[in-house]
């Protein structure tokens, strides 16, 4: 595992080394699906990128995640988009930062809502570590450890470029 | 027993006297004011330095519960409540189960009331039997047994003959007839006033004809009779009107109006507040200032508390379902004086709406503190103010819209016949 | 006396959803972009959502409703909620057990959420006033006073033809004085920022200072429906001609009922709503109600979803 404590990596470079460890496994069956929200642009340049020809698919997971009770409902919640057959579909969920994996866990269960897939496999562009649920990613840009009380972003700028950036962790009142 | 009440207030509106004096009473009297009487030993000294002393209020309108609704109330529940507000002397609605339409009722009741030793109570008469509005009540016998004057509560006499005929039977022995001036299939299922806070609460609504009509038939059958009338209640800016152009026609009429309404309007509703269930309904903010001036300009002669209680469960409905009423008799007093202070009137004309116009109205020898009366006097703080909360409401219906207000004035002894009934 | 708004808790949150007037357009918008997401579950193989697991909602029916019922019990169905039916309008209201002492034993029983309909007005306040904190109560119609759910679905159906509530001219037609539909649609249309609201209506079917509300009165159909992109059609109901609001049905439906003829005084792409049931004839032609320019049918999808956002919001908070 590659340690890097505070050094950013440069995104764009993850992305490339992203795209090329997942276009070996691409056919016509793959579709892909971006969870919203930080995973849409990735997984819209990943499409892109990979000229996949099933169309994109968005997830919007606010209705399964587990802390409702705690948090209440997102006040930005809007519709999942899902527009291939789900059922017997070779699926690769895409999402910028994997780290306590319940996000994910939210996601496969609304896929499966959706219908039967033959498989699903995980694509993400930084793996923090962290992990609260068994959720692992086949595809991974970097794995990052990164110091306590920080999180990480993922932005994309004006010109389309992503770039990675710390900030601090909010405290809950 | 003997009585010295020193370096009060006196407040007596009917002998215009506003000054500070002492008062002395023996053998339920008023024996003097000012100087001491000859060899006047008191038995007690009340001293009501910085109070005010005046004649023990009057109120025209208290509903005690009994007979029929003790589950409400009970007779002695709202007389202590009665004279823990400052009240020495009461009438009682008929509408009673059975409604007061049998001397041996009203006999019944004066003796429980009596036998309490408290205020002293005028039971008014029903006017028609069961206060069904069809046959006429044995009005003389019931002035025998102790009904001083006869009424219908809020109950509607729509047969306009039989009113007519009541009036005049009653005429005939000088009985005056006390009516709610309100019409029944105008009111129909309505619960708020015709206006917008019932628009937006989706409340069927009385309109203001509904008053209006049943005061000009009251009016013209009282020209008609000469019967004089008590009208109850009054809620109206056009019901004013009419009864100030009775009177310039010199028919003899007077009116009151409650306390809920002399403050109230439809805006405290609010969302709902059944508190504000009343009959007739809190009306329009013109309607309520229009009420204040014509109670201040004379053409309405007296407030009255309209004393309603309810037990809990009875308000704790939707508002259209819940029981209609407000408790009052301990409000009586602060609401009066709170309405004086804002209208900058002073207290000797604020307290004769409460004591001697009353007292007139009824027709009872009270509201005033002439030497050789009987000694009813009301002893209140009018600078000290308190907080309406349920634990300090002593009647048994802690029923009011004006709960969590602060109010002025506080009763600290109220005397009946020259004993005093109530302590602070 | 008159406090803070029932609906909002301390953070200004919808704590209950008991009427339209006084929520602010951020909460009424916030409802009708969560109800975007929930058009789309059914299409799904699995209509439901894990959203509300393990919560319980009562249907507190006092004033019997097969409609409106099924509809809240298919919403909440679909946020996986457990759902409890009480038409309460027979027994225990016979037995003398107040309102609120049903309420109560029901809460004892871990109830999460009250749906309640009842023929009094403000009968959904005074529970809402007494119930523990974290119960949340909607109101699916009390009296004449409010029917919140039906108008936000009816502001969603108009945001899904027209997009821009800025722009339009929308008429309510029919019993004004006795709907609950119709002032609550007539806070939330004003609220949302529609220029004109018109209500069209005979004199006996209007409340009094109607105006006050913030709409132009018409007693003309044909001048009321002038240029008009919204009709929302109200109920008549037969009591209205018994109680002698109205002569007959037929002298209504050829005054103020909505034909075809009539209908094409108003803009060409005007949309025409219903809250239904239907009285086809009376109020509504059936050429207009089964015509192009009706909505009737998307309302009734479009209130599944709403009433899942209401609940969904609620539940969160």
Redesign the interface.
């Known amino acids: 595992m590659n340690i890097k404590p505070l050094q950013l990596p440069e995104a764009e470079q993850l992305f490339s080394d992203l795209v090329s460890k997942i276009r070996p496994d691409i056919n016509e069956n793959v579709a892909l699906v971006g969870v919203r929200t930080g995973g849409v642009w990735l997984a819209q340049r990943l499409h892109q990128e990979l000229c996949l020809t099933l169309p994109l698919g968005i997830l919007d997971i606010s209705f399964y995640r587990d802390d409702f009770d705690r948090i209440g409902l997102h006040p930005k919640v809007k519709p999942s988009e899902i527009p291939f057959e789900v059922t017997d579909s070779h699926i690769i969920l895409v999402d910028d930062i994997l780290y306590t994996g319940r996000t994910i866990r939210a996601a496969i269960n609304e896929l499966f809502d959706y219908g039967r897939p033959a498989s699903i496999r995980l694509a993400i562009l930084v793996d923090r570590g962290e992990r609260e649920l068994p959720i692992a990613a086949q595809y991974v840009g970097a794995e990052l450890v990164l110091p306590s009380g920080k999180m990480l972003n993922l932005q994309q700028g004006d010109d389309g470029k992503l770039s990675l950036s710390l900030y601090d962790k909010q405290l809950p009142e | 027993m003997k009585i010295h009440i020193k370096n009060g207030r006196l407040v007596d509106p009917t002998n215009g006297i506003d000054a500070v004096n002492d008062i002395f009473i023996a053998a339920g009297k008023i024996l003097a004011i000012g100087d001491a009487p000859d060899n006047f030993h008191a038995n007690r000294v009340i001293d009501a330095e910085s109070l005010v002393v005046c004649p023990g209020l009057v109120d025209l309108s208290v509903r005690l519960r009994e007979p029929g609704h003790e589950y409400m109330a009970t007779l002695e529940s709202e007389m202590g409540a009665a004279v823990a507000g400052g009240i020495t002397s009461l009438a009682c609605p008929p509408d009673t189960d059975p409604p007061l339409d049998e001397p041996g009722l009203v006999e019944m009741l004066k003796h429980r009331a009596k036998n309490l030793n408290l205020a002293h109570v005028y039971p008014i008469g029903a006017l028609t039997q069961g206060l069904r509005g069809e046959r006429l009540t044995e009005m003389a016998e019931l002035s025998d047994a102790g009904c001083i004057v006869f009424g219908q509560s809020d109950v509607p006499l729509t047969n306009l003959r039989t009113m007519m005929q009541a009036m005049r039977y009653a005429a005939t022995f000088g009985f005056s007839v006390w009516l709610r001036p309100q019409e029944a299939s105008l009111t129909n299922d309505g619960v708020a006033h015709?206006?917008?806070i019932?628009?937006?609460?989706?409340?069927?609504?009385i309109?203001v004809c509904a008053e209006t009509i049943a005061l000009s038939n009251i009016i013209l059958l009282t020209r008609e009779t000469g019967v004089h009338v008590h009208l109850c209640r009054l809620s109206t800016l056009d019901g004013i009107e009419l009864v100030r152009a009775a009177r310039q026609q010199g028919l003899s009429i007077t009116c009151d109006v409650a306390i809920n309404h002399l403050h109230l309007s439809e805006?405290?509703i609010?969302?709902?507040?059944s508190n504000c269930h009343l009959m007739p309904p809190l009306r329009g903010m013109s309607d309520r200032d229009a009420l204040r001036n014509g109670l201040l300009e004379g053409t309405i002669d007296a407030v009255c508390s309209d004393h309603a209680p309810v037990d809990e469960?009875a308000k704790?409905?939707?508002?259209?379902?819940s029981e209609i009423g407000a408790t009052g008799v301990e409000l009586l007093l602060p609401l009066t004086l709170k309405w004086g202070i804002e209208m900058r009137i002073p207290l000797i004309t604020v307290l004769a709406k409460i004591t001697a116009a009353p007292a007139r109205i009824l027709g009872i020898d009270a509201g005033h503190l002439s030497l050789g009366a009987a000694a009813d006097l009301c002893i209140f703080d009018a600078e000290q103010y308190w907080r309406v909360v349920t634990s300090a409401i002593k009647s048994q219906g802690k029923n009011t819209?004006f709960?969590?207000?602060e109010l002025p004035g506080k009763i600290k002894y109220t005397l009946v016949n020259g004993q005093i009934v109530y302590e602070d | 006396?008159?406090?803070t708004n029932?609906q909002l808790n301390r953070s200004g949150e919808l704590q209950h959803l008991l009427t339209t007037?006084g929520l602010p357009a951020t909460i009424l918008l916030e409802i009708l972009d969560t109800a975007e997401s929930f058009v789309g579950v059914t299409e799904r193989d699995v209509k439901k959502i894990p959203l509300l697991r393990g919560k319980s909602v009562f249907n507190l029916f006092f004033e019997p409703s097969t409609r409106t019922r099924t509809t809240f019990e298919i919403a909440a169905k679909r946020l996986s909620a457990d759902v409890h039916n009480l038409n309460i309008a027979a027994s225990s209201q016979i037995k003398g057990e107040?309102?609120?002492d049903t309420v109560n034993n029901l809460s004892a029983m871990y109830a999460d959420m009250f749906v309640v309909r009842?023929l009094?007005?403000?009968?959904a306040?005074?529970i809402a006033?007494?119930v523990q904190p974290d119960i949340h109560v909607i109101n699916a119609g009390?009296?004449?006073?409010?029917h919140p759910t039906q108008a936000l679905l009816d502001m969603f159906t108009i945001r899904r033809y027209k997009q821009d509530f800025q722009n339009l001219r929308v008429a309510i037609i029919g019993d004004i004085l006795h709907s609950?539909v119709a002032?609550s649609e007539i806070h939330a249309l004003t609220t949302l920022g529609v220029p004109e609201v018109r209500v069209i209506a005979p004199k006996t079917l209007l409340?009094?200072?109607?105006e006050?509300?913030g709409v132009h009165v018409y007693h003309d159909m044909a001048k009321g429906l002038k240029d008009v992109d919204v009709l929302m059609m109200l109920r008549l109901q037969n009591e209205r001609m018994q109680s002698a609001n109205l002569p007959s049905s037929e002298e209504y439906f050829k005054y103020y009922g909505l034909t075809q003829e009539k209908l094409s005084l108003a803009q060409h792409d005007a949309i025409v709503m219903h809250p239904g049931p239907l009285n086809r004839g009376v109020e509504i032609d059936s050429a207009v109600a089964d015509g192009k320019q009706s909505v009737i049918l998307p309302q009734v999808t479009f209130g599944i979803a709403v009433r899942m956002a209401v609940m969904s919001i609620l539940a969160g908070n």
């Open positions: 015709d206006g917008e019932a628009t937006r609460l989706g409340l069927p609504t309109p805006m405290d609010g969302f709902f507040d469960d704790l409905l939707p508002f259209g379902q819209p709960l969590g207000m | 006396m008159i406090s029932p007037e107040t309102l609120l009842h009094q007005s403000g009968a306040h005074l006033s007494h009390d009296g004449s006073h409010a609950r002032r409340p009094a200072k109607v006050r509300l």
